[in-house]
């Protein structure tokens, strides 16, 4: 069966942030097809008035909640978290989807693309790298930065065997 990924994007993310990114990820996983759903509206339920900052969790039920076969990615300009870190780039779940903000990613396409590359790979099934490799956890904005855009050549053989 064909495998589509579903990008669904806030109002804010503009054309020029997410230009080649279909392309990369047809490249990089294996999908046979990408959708884009533009200004799609944020639930207002996931938003937390006191840490001013979307709940990641809550944020990645409403996109699965939205798609009903392949993968689904959101994108959303606003800062995320999970309960236990300050913030997140984004999350993921293994075979359902990611969630990815581009809030600190310094409106810059590359970066985008290498944290939306990690949060997939986590939906590939691919756990964090200690080699130099684009699954090396960051904890901070610096460290991102740092590290290389690409699988190293451990998960990137296990991603060719992973099947969804
Ligand atoms: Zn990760
Ligand atoms: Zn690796």
């Known amino acids: 069966m064909p495998l589509c990924l579903k990008i669904m994007l806030d109002p804010d993310i503009s054309q020029t942030l997410i230009s080649g990114l279909d392309n990369h990820l047809m490249d990089v996983f294996p999908f046979d097809k990408v959708d884009v759903k533009k200004s799609v509206q944020l639930p207002s339920s996931c938003w937390n008035a006191n840490r001013r900052q979307y709940d990641a969790n809550c944020l ?11 993968i689904v990615l959101l994108i ?13 780039f984004g999350i ?3 075979g359902v989807g990611a969630v990815v903000s581009v ?23 691919l756990k964090h790298c200690s ?3 684009v ?19 451990k998960c990137w053989g296990q991603l060719e065997q992973e099947e969804l």
């Not at 990645?60 to 392949?70: E, I, P």
């Not at 991102?144 to 690409?150: E, G, H, M």
Request: aromatic share 12%; hydrophobic share 40%; glycine share 4%.
């Open 60 to 70: 990645l039920a409403f996109a699965s909640s939205h798609n009903s076969t392949g």
């Open 76 to 88: 959303i300009s606003k800062d995320t978290y999970v309960p236990e870190l300050n913030f997140v």
């Open 92 to 94: 993921a779940l293994t």
């Open 103 to 125: 809030y600190r990613l310094e409106d810059d396409p590359e970066f985008l693309q290498k944290e939306i590359t990690h949060e997939l790979g986590h939906v590939f099934g």
């Open 131 to 133: 080699l130099p490799c």
């Open 135 to 153: 699954m090396t956890f960051s904890n901070s904005v610096w460290e991102a930065r740092l590290k290389t855009s690409i699988f190293c050549e």
